[in-house]
Each structure stands twice: as C-alpha cells, then as structure tokens.
C-alpha cells in the first residue's frame, strides 16, 4: 500500500507535466507522454469529429520513438461522450482514473476497474446509462462526486474495503441500482450518495460510519429497511426524505442527532 501511494503521489505531481506534453497516437490510442519518468496517460482524440468508439484495450506499457513508457493514468475526458464505445480493458497497472473520463459513453456496457486503480476521479462514469456490470479493483481509496451518477442499468454495486470516501451524488439517480454493499472502512455517507435510487429495497450502515449526509437516500422508494450502525452519530437532513416504503428502521445506540425532516414522508414507517 506504501508503494501504491508513493506511485500515486509521482502521478500528481506529473500532471502538470503531462498537460503540457504532446499527444500522440499508438495503434489507435492517444497518450500524453512525459519522456522523464517514462509514464503515459491516454488522452482524447484530437480530432472531435473522430470519438472513440468500439472495444478498447489499453496496454500496459506503449513503445514510442524506441522507448518503454508504462502507461499509469487515464486521463480528464479521455474517453467522454464517445457513444460508441461498447467496451474497455484498463490497463493492470494504472493507478488513476480521471474527471471525466467516460461520462456519457452510452454504450459502455461493463467495466472492470483493475486492483493497481487508487482514485477514481469525479464524474468519471456519469452518465453511462447502458453500464449494467461493474467490478470495483480492491485498492482504490476514493471515488469522486458524480462518478457514477446517472448509470441507471446498474442493479448492484459492490464497494470494496479499500474504500474509505465516497463523493456527493457518486450513485445519485442510479434508477436500476437494487443491492449495495458498502465498504467496512467508509467514515461517512455523503451528501446524496445514493439520491433518487428508486430501485434499492434494503441498506446496512457500516459500523465506521460516523455520519450520514443530507438527501443521502432521498427518493430511495423502493427501500424498506435500514440498518444505521453504532457509530453513527448524527442523521443528515431529509437523508431518508421520501422512502415511502420503508417500514423499519434501526437506528445505533450512538445517533445523537437527527436533523430536519430525515424520514419526512415515510408514509408506512411503523417500527
């Protein structure tokens, strides 16, 4: 783990360097190259009028000029709005993925993001709505605001122990989404984690859960059970506003504040 994080410190501090490489094209895929530290990170196309498109397989290491570059990072909207992208294979060693790096890729049917990713970056699979599979690596720590909001063919998300924060919204409006199971190490829901979820029937709060946001659950009408752990201390505003299902809730011995309308009409709430 010490080395995965010394290798994604390297990376932040490439990006500035990155941004300022030149693009190029190896067999069919553009990377940013920075020659220094022999590190490549897949890039957009040039060219708008010419998307991504098809099945994808990033490598990774990429030959160019006569040198070896190991191809580390995907990177801000290398891949966005590229409709006709059906699938893609991540390379086994990056270790970050991008702002934006497949919003809106509409054909994108499954995912695999591979154990050597740490970050998945904000917004990166928003929009996704034809994603019905995804596998999450077991070494990532953090996945950003909105990075997977909108993927409604989703119905079931499993988030590895690694986790340890999700963004704001990252499942908002995930309509499909049925089962969810959270990571032990998550400190915190965030604020509208799992919104508008229409499909989710059922919810266990991990026991390191100290907070859970505001609207974290709103509009969640399918769920009807909830299990909030014991280290929870406080329940966010209108984080359960509109489960209209849900008739049982239990609620750790530790909560010791429940702001405005959280379970605002849970019509058939009785237990």
């Keep these: 783990m010490i080395m995965k994080k010394q290798l994604l410190l390297l990376v932040m501090i490439l990006l500035p360097m990155v941004a300022n490489a030149d693009a190029v094209e190896i067999d069919g895929i553009w ?28 490598p990774d290491k990429i030959n160019y000029e006569g040198i070896e570059y190991n191809v580390s990072t995907i990177g801000e909207k290398a891949f966005s709005y590229c409709g006709g992208l059906t699938s893609v294979t991540i390379a086994s060693i990056v270790t970050s993925i991008g702002k934006s790096a ?3 890729c509409r054909g994108l049917t499954s995912v695999k993001i591979p154990n050597s990713v740490i970050t998945i970056g904000d917004y990166a699979f928003c929009g996704c709505n034809g994603l019905t599979s995804l596998i999450i690596g077991n070494s990532v ?74 609207i974290a659950f709103m509009d969640c009408t399918s769920l009807n059970n909830v299990v909030i752990g014991n280290n929870v201390l406080s329940i966010g505003e209108e984080s359960f506003r509109n489960c209209c299902s849900l008739y049982s809730v239990t609620i750790g011995e ?18």
């Design 31 to 58: 990377y940013n190259l920075v020659s220094k530290v022999k590190q490549a990170e897949v890039t957009s196309n040039p060219d708008n009028q010419s998307k991504y498109a098809g099945d994808v397989i990033i």
């Design 102 to 104: 497949f919003d809106n």
């Design 141 to 214: 720590t953090s996945i950003g605001d909105n990075a997977f909001s909108g993927c409604s063919g989703l119905t079931s998300v499993s988030i590895p122990n690694s986790v340890t924060s999700i963004g704001t919204y990252t499942f908002q409006g995930c309509i499909g989404l049925r089962n969810v199971s959270l990571s032990d190490n998550l400190s915190f829901i965030a604020y509208g984690a799992f919104d508008g979820c229409t499909s989710l029937s059922s919810i266990i709060i991990p026991n390191n859960v100290t907070s859970i946001g505001a």
């Design 254 to 271: 530790n909560v010791s504040f429940i702001d405005s309308y959280a379970f605002f009409d849970c019509t058939n709430l009785n237990s």
